[in-house]
């Protein structure tokens, strides 16, 4: 069984310590590709710089998340179009709206994300999205300019099965986390995983995020990381109602179509 984790926080320093025992954790696990996540201008370039070490099993992504929205000045936009033209990088983002935690302006995201989507498009790389209780202005925007991504998609989603249609609609990817595995706010995704059709859903840890609540054993530390994503791959699989080692090959599939990578 082959995995492959599109989101990952890889260059966080709670891997600082023990990263390589982190990959080869993963690798063990059957993880054999990871996107790991871009979401400033110097985390891009940490992301950047970790793939390189590791070309075929590493890739990064390069964008500035919505609550760095307002770092996003014309200098650092011109770093970040470097960036996204790097050959290790697959994705421009994270990017898109966060209204949950509003720590930057509603027109700072508004404008960042913009900017980036504009970027993906002259790139012609796929955008990797960023949504939290932002799903109006998120799909308008998105809406106006699907046309010139080649592919895009909802990282990390939460939300319901009104705004998964709404994605699926626009031809959006949708990534789930371990977020599913959460009884006290992950249990309305069942219904959306059902929705999502083959091809079309990924899966990944976003680490050191979002840990698995139903781990057994819990792990001494609260970390989340790539060796548990067969965890979360299982658990969607259930709820599909597929076995896993179909569930693993299809979204495997999907993701290396989705961001062009090499097999493993």
């Given at each position: 069984m082959h995995l492959i984790d599109i989101g990952i926080n890889l260059a966080?320093?709670?891997?600082?310590?023990?990263?390589?025992?982190?990959?080869?954790?993963?690798?063990?696990?059957?993880v054999s590709q990871m996107v790991i996540t871009g979401s400033s201008i110097a985390g891009n370039a940490r992301a950047i710089q970790l793939a390189a070490s590791e070309p075929g099993r590493l890739f990064a992504t390069a964008g500035v998340h919505p609550h760095h929205a307002t770092e996003l000045t014309a200098a650092a936009?011109?770093?970040?179009?470097?960036?996204?033209?790097?050959?290790?990088?697959?994705?421009?983002?994270?990017?898109?709206?966060?209204?949950?935690?509003?720590?930057?302006?509603?027109?700072?995201?508004?404008?960042?994300f913009e900017a980036q989507l504009a970027l993906a498009?002259?790139?012609?790389?796929?955008?990797?999205?960023?949504?939290?209780?932002?799903?109006?202005?998120?799909?308008?925007?998105?809406?106006?300019?699907?046309?010139?991504?080649?592919?895009?998609?909802?990282?990390c989603f939460t939300d319901d099965q009104d705004v998964a249609r709404r994605c699926l609609d626009l031809d959006l990817h949708i990534g789930i986390t371990g977020w599913f595995c959460d009884e006290r706010r992950g249990a309305h995704l069942r219904?959306?995983?059902?929705?999502?059709?083959?091809?079309?859903?990924?899966?990944?840890?976003?680490?050191?995020?979002l840990l698995?609540?139903?781990?057994?054993?819990?792990?001494?530390?609260?970390?989340?990381?790539?060796?548990?994503?067969?965890?979360?791959?299982?658990?969607?699989?259930?709820?599909?109602?597929?076995?896993l080692a179909d569930f693993a090959a299809h979204t495997t599939r999907t993701a290396r179509d989705f961001f062009s990578l090499p097999d493993a």
């Open positions: 966080h320093d709670s891997y600082d310590a023990d990263r390589p025992l982190v990959l080869a954790r993963a690798a063990a696990a059957g936009l011109a770093v970040l179009q470097q960036q996204a033209r790097a050959a290790e990088v697959v994705a421009v983002g994270e990017c898109g709206l966060d209204y949950f935690r509003n720590y930057s302006p509603h027109a700072a995201q508004l404008a960042a498009a002259d790139v012609q790389k796929p955008v990797f999205l960023h949504l939290r209780d932002a799903s109006s202005d998120f799909l308008a925007l998105l809406r106006q300019w699907r046309p010139r991504l080649t592919r895009a998609v909802a990282h219904d959306v995983v059902r929705l999502i059709p083959r091809g079309r859903i990924m899966i990944e840890t976003d680490g050191p995020y698995p609540r139903d781990l057994t054993p819990k792990p001494a530390s609260r970390r989340n990381e790539p060796g548990f994503l067969p965890h979360i791959a299982k658990a969607i699989a259930a709820a599909r109602g597929e076995e």
